[in-house]
Every structure is written in C-alpha cells, then in structure tokens.
C-alpha cells in the first residue's frame, strides 16, 4: 500500500516530473542522477523541410509531383510510388531504379548520397508532427553516446564539426561531410534532429535569505511561443 495513493493515468505521461510515481526511480534518480535535466515530453518535430514548407509525402503523392519536385525519371517516379505504400523506413528506397531511360539532369537511381541531401524533404507520415530526436547541435555528449552506432570514437568527427564548423543544417550533413560510414547514417538519422521546437527555460533569483526556482517549457514551433509548462519551488 502506497502512503500517498494516486489514481493510475494508464496513458502517456504529462509532465516528466510523473516518473517520479513510477516505480522504481527514487527522488535521488531523478534529480541527482539527470533525469530532471536529460529528459522531457513536450519534444516533437515539425513535419517540414527545413525551409518550412511541406515534406513530400510518399505514400500520398504521385509521380507527377516526384517527376517535377525531386526530377524523378518516369520510370523511377513509378518505382517509388509502388513501393512507398509498404514503406516503413525511408532507407529502405536506397538502392532502387527506375525502368526505361532518363532524360538529362533526372534521377533514375536513388542513392544514400542522394538521400541524404533529401531526407528532409520527404516523409512516411501524414499529420503536422513526427517524433523528435535528439539535437546534433545541442545534446551533450553522454546523450549523443546512447544512440545506435555512437561511442567515444564515432562521436569525436560530430563533435569537432559542431564546435569548429558551426553547427549542423540538416542531418544528412552527418553523411555527406563524412562524419559517418553508411551503416551508422542509416541507424542513426531516425533518432536525431536539428531543429528544436521546446526548450526548457531554467530561472533562479534569491532576495535575503529567500530563493525561488523557475522552471519553464516554450513551444516556439508555431506562429507565437506558447507557453506548455510551469514549476516553481522554493
């Protein structure tokens, strides 16, 4: 029998200071062991292109669109069309080619190269949203270690680009700037973002001998920032 009983959600959780019910993290997992600043569930990303337009939804468009949009040849505009129905991962496209010939400047193979340059135009997904990843531009390091195919050695080349070289625009800069092999773009790109739509603001102000703790969660991903989440202690 618990000594404060609470009714069970049996849902998603609302706040990420709810882990705190769950069983099994105490008070000192949570706030001393970086749970409280590790992690979050208001993060999401935008179903967009980097420049905030629409992403080219392969499992709704048609070849007309992947011909005049992405310079698709025919033949390849048809091949992808057929198999993006059954698509659960983009990568799953590498490799294929169209029937027939190609006209000058078209596309008639799509290539890890290519997809890279273009993973941020398309998507899988219907709807405004998708699930966010991490930061490339501003996770730290023991967080960036926790996704597939990353250790000390394989982080280094993205770490010294994103202190030397200003920063990450897209994630297939991950491949094209050849900060990792083909392997660890394919497990990696799914799990990780460049643009961050909540940030967590953190405020602590002290008068005399009483002190206040601010914490705060700003959705900047619409036309306003709205304000998601609020906590203050003492």
Request: hydrophobic letters at 35%; charged letters at 25%; proline letters at 3%.
């Amino acid at each position: 029998r618990l000594e404060y009983p609470y009714l069970i959600r049996n849902g998603a959780l609302q706040t990420h200071r709810e882990m705190l019910l769950v069983k099994g993290i105490a008070h000192d997992d949570f706030f001393n062991q970086g749970l409280e600043a590790d992690t979050t569930v208001y993060s999401y990303q935008r179903n967009t292109n980097r420049f905030g337009g629409e992403r080219i939804n392969l499992k709704q468009t048609d070849t007309t669109t992947l011909q005049t949009q992405l310079q698709f040849s025919a033949g390849l505009a048809q091949k992808v069309q057929e198999r993006a129905r059954d698509l659960d991962n983009l990568f799953d496209l590498v490799g294929e080619r169209g029937e027939g010939e190609a006209g000058e400047g078209q596309i008639h193979q799509i290539t890890l190269e290519w997809l890279a340059d273009h993973l941020e135009d398309l998507t899988l997904e219907d709807g405004p949203r998708q699930k966010a990843g991490l930061n490339l531009n501003t996770a730290p390091r023991h967080l960036l270690k926790t996704l597939p195919g990353l250790d000390d050695q394989t982080l280094e080349p993205i770490l010294n680009f994103r202190e030397q070289g200003g920063g990450f625009t897209k994630v297939g800069d991950l491949y094209t700037l050849n900060l990792v092999d083909d392997d660890t773009f394919k497990q990696l790109a799914q799990h990780v973002t460049v643009h961050t739509h909540v940030v967590r603001v953190i405020s602590r102000g002290t008068v005399g001998q009483v002190s206040r703790r601010l914490e705060a969660c700003v959705d900047r991903g619409g036309n306003r920032p709205v304000l998601v989440y609020w906590h203050q202690t003492e």
